[in-house]
């Protein structure tokens, strides 16, 4: 029992042959294979509190998404479990926990409907609609409610998620490096709109998986860096700086250099 939001205890995930040794899906039976094993994370402890903007950085190929799918439930470890609220992750809680990535919108719906189905616990049709254009309007979308996703560019339909997301109100939120795809200033742009979805959804727990460390350093409570595969958690900073962050200043700059030391980047310091 723990009285964390999230809580990852001794998580170890291998992957074989190509396939994953840990089931796909929880309930067939475990793959094994006689060859080689990938030992992808190594007994990752975590605790995550309630309301906390972790952002977790690492390599590529360390296993940043393949952690977020074990929280999600995708995928279940090999060894080791993951505790969301003091409820064993068994499977995907669609309920509570919303994946925010790139290409989650429907495209054959318009984005009012796509924000529309997210609001599928409340009843009335025309306070669905209501809701949702209200979203839209936050993200200075409404005048775009009747588009489909691919007539939006891609700040845009990332805009559009994350109407998506305030709208599911979700206890938490993973994301997955959602803003790869974008351009520099639009990825500063979403910058803000994240950090005004953390605004707007206190409660909400966030985790998210960026290359980016000045991204990380702008929006995270705390910023875990993970080893080279298999991956263990090499260290953890809390970030104690109220927003809005100014990149340039002295605090946010020395912890910068410290993380490019972690991840073993010298050329950058
Ligand atoms: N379904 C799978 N079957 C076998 N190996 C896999 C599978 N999914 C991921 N892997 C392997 O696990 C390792 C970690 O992959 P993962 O996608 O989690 O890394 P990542 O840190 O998210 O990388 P990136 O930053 O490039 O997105 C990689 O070596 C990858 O090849
Ligand atoms: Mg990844």
Avoid at 142 to 156: C, I, N, T, V
Avoid at 172 to 196: A, C, K, N, W
Wanted: hydrophobic share 40%.
């Amino acid at each position: 029992m723990s009285r964390s939001k999230i809580c990852l205890n001794g998580v170890t995930l291998e992957y074989a042959n190509g396939h994953n040794r840990a089931r796909r899906f929880w309930g067939l039976r475990q793959r094994r294979s006689n060859g080689g094993s990938n030992t992808v994370l190594d007994n990752i402890n975590l605790e995550i509190q309630r309301g906390e903007f972790v952002s977790i950085l690492g390599h590529s190929g360390c296993g940043k998404s393949s952690l977020l799918k074990i929280i999600a439930g995708f995928v279940k470890p090999t060894q080791g479990d993951v505790w969301i609220d003091d409820r064993p992750v068994e499977g995907p809680r669609g309920d509570h926990v919303f994946v925010f990535q790139e290409g989650a919108l429907f495209p054959w719906l318009t984005i009012l409907k796509n924000v529309t189905l997210a609001l599928g616990h409340l009843e009335d049709h025309e306070e669905r609609l209501a809701k949702a254009r209200h979203y839209l309007e936050l993200v200075s979308l409404e005048r775009f409610e009747g588009y489909y996703p691919h007539m939006l560019s891609g700040g845009m339909r990332q805009r559009a998620e994350i109407a998506r997301a305030l709208a599911a109100q979700p206890d938490v939120l993973l994301v997955d490096e959602p803003f790869s795809g974008l351009d520099y200033l639009t990825r500063l742009q979403m910058r803000e709109e994240i950090l005004y979805l953390h605004m707007m959804l206190k409660e909400t727990t966030i985790l998210f998986v960026t290359h980016d460390i000045d991204e990380a350093l702008q929006l995270s409570s705390r910023v875990v860096i993970m080893s080279e595969p298999p991956a263990r958690i090499k260290c953890c900073h809390t970030i104690d700086i109220p927003h809005p962050r100014l990149l340039a200043s002295p605090a946010l700059a020395e912890l910068r250099s410290q993380i490019y030391h972690h991840l073993g980047v010298h050329a950058a310091l």
